[in-house]
């Protein structure tokens, strides 16, 4: 007998789905989602292709300035659209979903298949709307809307200087 594992988990089949597949939201089941999240509502979106530390320490600031955060995550299509190159994403869709869900940050996330995420942004009206440092506030897509109702908007400085583009970049060097 095995004891590595823990007794509850020894001879046995897991067949539930992990918890944090709890969070993930289709965009057309997003309002009951919603009702259910504590305010203020932090709202960010991205396309979260391999995670990185940038990433995770951009999530939980992001997260720290309200009492939930909702993350929107470009669907496949739209990553493509982004011209990030013909290879990306790396990590399809329902797998970027479940990894962003893993977060300890995150309480939510979803995908849109629009090129930006304004439709959404106007559906869920966050209280807080954030992007990362390399987005000046005036060109953050929703925030006119997000001020308008009274909400912020905020730009969050790089604390860590990481990017997909530069991990794929150091992988492919030769030598």
């Known amino acids: ?64 300035l309200g009492a939930a955060l909702l993350v929107a995550l470009n669907d496949d299509a739209s990553v493509r659209r982004l011209g990030k190159g013909a290879e990306r994403p790396l990590n399809r869709l329902d797998d970027r979903l479940a990894v962003v869900a893993a977060l300890e940050a995150v309480d939510a996330v979803t995908w849109f298949v629009e090129d930006t995420p304004l439709a959404l942004i106007e559906a869920c009206a966050p209280d807080i709307l954030v992007k990362g440092g390399d987005w ?30 530069a991990l794929l970049a150091k992988i492919r060097k030769p030598g």
């Open 1 to 64: 007998m095995r004891r590595d594992r823990p007794a509850a988990v020894r001879g046995k089949v897991l067949s539930a789905a992990p918890r944090f597949e709890g969070k993930i939201v289709r965009p057309q089941d997003l309002a009951g989602r919603l009702a259910k999240l504590a305010r203020p509502l932090v709202f960010t979106n991205g396309v979260f292709d391999i995670l990185h530390r940038g990433h995770v320490t951009y999530l939980a600031r992001a997260r720290a």
């Open 136 to 165: 000046p506030v005036e060109r953050i897509v929703g925030a006119p809307g997000v001020l308008a109702r009274g909400g912020s908007v905020r730009s969050i400085a790089f604390e860590h200087e990481r990017s997909t583009s």
